[in-house]
């Protein structure tokens, strides 16, 4: 794991945020924002609002020259999330660990981190970022220091908790709005739990992307683009998102209900639920009650004309059922799932008790989406494999030797200015998408997972997670010793298929 350098929070451009020349209220910020190049952006029905009125007044007092620019809400909203850094609203730092903490999310945020690791030991706490996703040393302090961080972090930066800070017990909780705001991001996520010599939390930060919004960005295969729409045309059923924590379900979930948004004008009710709701959609977003089931919360959105639900996760038998029963009653359903791949999303729907029945009826079960995230090289500073065979595995090599891909290979590089001295520059989507048919689920049901898995690859021409990830080895933007981490043997499809042909 390599070390990296925490750097001075960048300055903003948004002078009228929070510490800013010229800081505004929370509410006129929602209407107005002026921009270091001289831009006053303002709500055009706003335009004559006598708040907004008295601010111009006051520029010109101060003899501040400015251009009016009318745009909408939304227009601010994003130059507020897009400035190019934090100025914290010392109203809100109440102590020297508080101003620390926000310190670190500002600087793993401004580095693009997912997740905040604060690993507090005997004597040393250690400050980790996962980036593309790779953990990163970010600094170290005594532990002492990490035990205030978290403290301040659960007990003065949270909104929703379950009492004080308690060290000795897991915890949750989410990061206060007015905090993520700052920050320019969409929300935070903290959980904790003991470790023998100390404590672990780890913050997630959620992000509204704009730069990934087309399945394509992500990373799926056009053929797999095309199932996607497959799915979206469909009067009802259910589709699952599913794989592993931090594999990216919810953003291609968004994307997802963005396009069906998009596709349909705007003219079917899209409803959501969501614990807690982790990136704008365009559709109506409804946060779980703090005493409200999800079950409970599932059956409540029937009553509410949806023509499109979108629920966050499937998390036990009663909200699975109640996804179901809105299949049922005609509606087009779409959850996440933590599944390992798309068939075995079957088998637990199964385990978690939902009837048999329901789950292998291809007119319900309509479309299951399984998906990984593997880190991008940098294009700049890669390396051929070819050239460094040292740096592979007997065991990889040997696998990328049977499938004829030595030559195409590239290896994640010592890092350069392009990519932070990381090596990698992002992460991109490796995917399988079955729409199972009467005859897959018939085969399921007789046979079992093994021989289905087998019938879809060769009968139904279905590419696994394994073969799109060769096909991005092949291509040169993926280090095959990343993908066998997150994804396993390449060859272990062509093992499991065998042994099923076999038998």
């Known amino acids: ?25 929370a509410d006129l910020r929602q209407i107005c924002a002026l921009t270091g190049d001289g831009v006053l952006h303002v709500s055009a029905q706003h335009r004559t609002d006598p708040h907004i009125l008295a601010f111009m007044d006051k520029l010109e007092h101060e003899g501040f020259d400015y251009e009016l620019n009318s745009c909408s809400m939304t227009d601010i909203r994003e130059i507020y999330k897009s400035s190019n850094g934090v100025i914290l609203d010392t109203s809100q730092v109440e102590t020297d660990r508080q101003a620390q903490a926000v310190a670190i999310l500002a600087d793993a945020h401004r580095r693009g981190a997912s997740d905040v690791h604060i690993v507090v030991g005997h004597d040393i706490t250690r400050i980790k970022y996962r980036i593309h996703g790779l953990l990163w040393e970010a600094g170290q302090e005594k532990s002492q220091v990490g035990r205030e961080l978290c403290a301040a972090l659960y007990n003065s930066m949270c909104d929703v908790t379950k009492e004080h800070f308690q060290p ?73 998102i599913t794989g592993p924590t931090g594999s990216g379900k919810s953003k291609s979930l968004q994307v997802n209900m963005n396009l069906l948004y998009e596709e349909t004008n705007g003219t079917r009710h899209i409803l959501t639920i969501e614990d807690p709701p982790e990136y704008p959609l365009k559709a109506n977003q409804s946060p779980l009650g703090p005493n409200e089931s999800w079950a409970g919360g599932m059956t409540n959105t029937l009553r509410l004309d949806p023509d499109i639900l979108m629920y966050g996760e499937l998390r036990d038998l009663a909200g699975s059922e109640a996804a179901y029963s809105g299949s049922m009653t005609g509606h087009q359903v779409w959850s996440t799932l933590h ?123 279905g590419i696994t997670k394994i073969a799109h990830t060769i096909t991005k080895i092949a ?27 076999a038998s």
């Not at 791949?341 to 009837?355: D, H, K, T």
């Not at 007119?363 to 880190?375: E, K, R, V, Y």
Request: proline content about 6%.
């Open 168 to 240: 000795q017990v897991p915890q949750d909780a989410r990061v206060s709005r007015s905090f993520v705001e700052q920050l320019g991001l969409f929300g935070a996520r903290i959980a904790t739990r003991p470790l023998v010599d100390g404590l672990l939390m780890v913050l997630r930060l959620l992000y509204d992307d704009q730069t990934k919004m087309s399945l394509e960005d992500l990373g799926f295969l056009p053929e797999q683009i095309d199932q996607y729409a497959r799915l979206r045309s469909l009067p009802y059923g259910i589709n699952l």
């Open 1 to 25: 794991m390599t070390a990296i350098a925490m750097g001075p929070l960048p300055s903003t451009v948004v002078l009228t945020g929070p510490g800013g020349r010229f800081e505004l209220r």
């Open 339 to 461: 599944t390992n791949n798309a068939v075995a999303s079957i088998q637990r729907l199964i385990e978690m008790g939902v009837p048999r029945y329901l789950v292998t009826d291809p007119a319900l079960t309509t479309g299951i989406i399984n998906q990984s995230l593997l880190p991008v090289l940098c294009p700049h500073c890669r390396v051929p494999a070819i050239e460094n065979l040292g740096q592979l595995p007997a065991g990889l090599r040997a696998r990328l030797e049977q499938l004829q891909l030595l030559e195409q290979v590239n290896l994640q590089g010592e890092g350069c200015s392009h990519c932070r001295g990381m090596g990698v520059t992002g992460r991109t989507v490796v995917a399988e998408v079955l729409l199972p048919n009467l005859q897959f689920m018939r085969t399921f049901l007789k046979d079992g997972a093994s021989l289905a898995r087998h019938y879809w690859v060769n009968e139904m021409g």
């Open 475 to 501: 291509a040169g933007t993926i280090d095959p010793r990343h993908a066998e981490i997150v994804v396993g043997p390449l060859d272990f499809d062509r093992q499991i298929l065998e042994l099923t042909h």
